[in-house]
């Protein structure tokens, strides 16, 4: 059975840090890009960076030079490090990789609050 588990999100104030760890178990997707998403309340879900399977990195622009995404082929991981966190960075995160098929994980919360 496949899955993807992220975790680490939670609760920091803006210009705090988090990072995101997506463990994939049930099958090696070191030969496949994976992305992170978000869904923000009360929007629609978008992508925010995604990694080849060589390492190449393209992030949206809002998250450029702040967050980085990278992975452990190894250990069939996927990170992502989000420094200098904005309100409008609060949402849902999710892990996902299209192989045969699309697989997602099921997502942690981020919260950027005062």
């Known amino acids: 059975q496949v899955q993807l588990v992220e975790s680490g999100g939670g609760l920091v104030q803006p210009g705090g840090s988090l990072r995101l760890s997506c463990a994939a178990s049930g099958r090696d997707f070191s030969g496949f890009t994976m992305y992170w998403h978000r869904q923000a309340p009360g929007k629609s879900r978008e992508s925010v960076a995604y990694?080849?399977?060589?390492?190449?990195?393209t992030y949206i622009d809002s998250v450029k030079g702040r967050f980085t995404i990278s992975r452990d082929n190894a250990k069939n991981m996927l990170y992502f490090q989000m420094n200098n966190l904005k309100t409008r960075d609060t949402g849902i995160y999710y892990c996902?990789?299209?192989?045969?098929?699309?697989?997602w994980g099921q997502g942690t919360q981020v919260t950027v609050s005062q």
């Open positions: 996902h990789v299209v192989a045969d098929k699309g697989y």
């Open positions: 990694i080849t399977p060589g390492g190449a990195t």
